[in-house]
Nanobody, 127 residues
Framework: QVQLVESGGGLVQAGGSLRLSCAASGRTFSSYAMGWFRQAPGKEREFVARISWNNGNTYYADSVKGRFTISRDNAKNTVYLQMNSLKPEDTAVYYC????????????????????WGQGTQVTVSS
């Protein structure tokens, strides 16, 4: 089973930056699309960003476009989320997830598309 461990969360003031990391196990990591989701208290988990397995194509929620950047280092089995210009509404637990392409019938913004999930890391943005 693939294991994912997030790190890099914390408390930051509005306008600041954080860089999240997700370390993954498994020798087939490079064949998985990777995504980031977030969940604020009392709200549904929502899609944040995704990066494909082959050509590095990226996809972002409208709410984070121009501010967040997803990237991956396959040699290190790690995916990153660089978050700039943070806003209080970005406050949430952030989860990384792996899509081994088992569930193509679900849109990539849907959490059901992803097979493996990390435990999450808290990001709090103060005003």
């Amino acid at each position: 089973q693939v294991q994912l461990v997030e790190s890099g969360g914390g408390l930051v003031q509005a306008g600041g930056s954080l860089r999240l990391s997700c370390a993954a196990s498994g020798r087939t990591f490079s064949s998985y699309a990777m995504g980031w989701f977030r969940q604020a208290p009392g709200k549904e988990r929502e899609f944040v960003a995704r990066i494909s397995w082959n050509n590095g194509n990226t996809y972002y929620a409208d709410s984070v476009k121009g501010r967040f950047t997803i990237s991956r280092d396959n040699a290190k089995n790690t995916v990153y989320l660089q978050m700039n210009s943070l806003k209080p509404e970005d406050t949430a637990v952030y989860y990384c997830a792996a899509d081994p392409y088992y569930s193509g019938g679900y849109h990539y913004t849907t959490e059901r598309r992803y097979e493996y999930w990390g435990q999450g890391t808290q990001v709090t943005v103060s005003s």
